[in-house]
């Protein structure tokens, strides 16, 4: 997470255009890296708006630019939800379902505009950009960084007796290390996939990075 200036907000704001254009090319310069520029912005990114980006925000609300992105393009337009500077976990959207529901059986919404929140949700989460949204594993992440190969290949010479004896405990050494210095090497990078660790997801480093272990 990071905190955006002026003037990276004013060029977010600019690539989601007013009115909001949210297709794939949007969304790629918005996430996605390209041989001209590196990743612009991240879901996480926190930036300063208010209400000339939404009528239902005060001057000086902060919220990332992922929760500006979800309720510019599913919530906004139901107008039953006011702007909802949430977190977006599973949790959170089984919610906004459940809401949702009540609002369509009270005639709140209608059913067309249930059907449309539900497509424009998969879309944005399930659909064709999520591999541009949504973090995932990075080629870093699922091999080992150079820095970390190499003390890898350092500590299987250093303790080669050790290792051919099949040692436990020197074996567990050896990958806390490694993987220590992948994640070091990884975080310096500014990989977003550092995220799916830092999340407490339950995702393992050292299952991901099984490349550290003697063969």
Same mark, same amino acid.
């Given at each position: 997470m990071r905190f955006l200036n002026e003037k990276q907000t004013k060029e977010c704001l600019e690539i989601i255009g007013n009115p909001p254009k949210f297709d794939a090319q949007c969304f790629a310069n918005l996430f996605a890296a390209s041989k001209k520029h590196p990743i612009r912005f991240h879901p996480d990114d926190i930036m300063t708006i208010g209400p000339n980006e939404s009528k239902f925000l005060k001057e000086g609300t902060q919220t990332s630019v992922g929760c500006y992105v979800f309720n510019k393009f599913c919530l906004e337009e139901l107008e039953i939800f006011g702007y909802a500077n949430i977190e977006l976990d599973s949790k959170m959207i089984g919610k906004i379902n459940n809401l949702l529901d009540t609002a369509q059986r009270e005639g709140d919404i209608t059913p067309e505009q249930r059907a449309t929140f539900i497509d424009k949700y998969q879309y944005l989460f399930g659909g064709p950009l999520s591999h541009i949204i949504n973090t995932s594993l990075s080629h870093n992440v699922l091999t080992l960084p150079p820095k970390a190969k190499k003390l890898r290949t350092e500590l299987f010479k250093q303790y080669k007796d050790e290792l051919d004896a099949n @040692?436990?405990?020197?074996?567990? =050494?050896?990958?806390?290390? %490694? %993987? @220590?210095?992948? =994640? &070091?090497?990884? &975080?310096?990078? $500014?990989?977003?996939?550092?995220?799916?660790? @830092?999340? $407490?997801? $339950? %995702? @393992?480093?050292?299952?991901? /990075?099984? $490349?550290? /272990? /003697?063969?």
């Open positions: @040692d436990p405990e020197v074996s567990a =050494m050896i990958e806390n290390r %490694v %993987v @220590d210095e992948a =994640m &070091r090497e990884i &975080r310096e990078t $500014g990989d977003p996939s550092i995220a799916i660790f @830092d999340s $407490g997801s $339950g %995702v @393992d480093p050292y299952v991901c /990075h099984e $490349g550290c /272990h /003697h063969r």
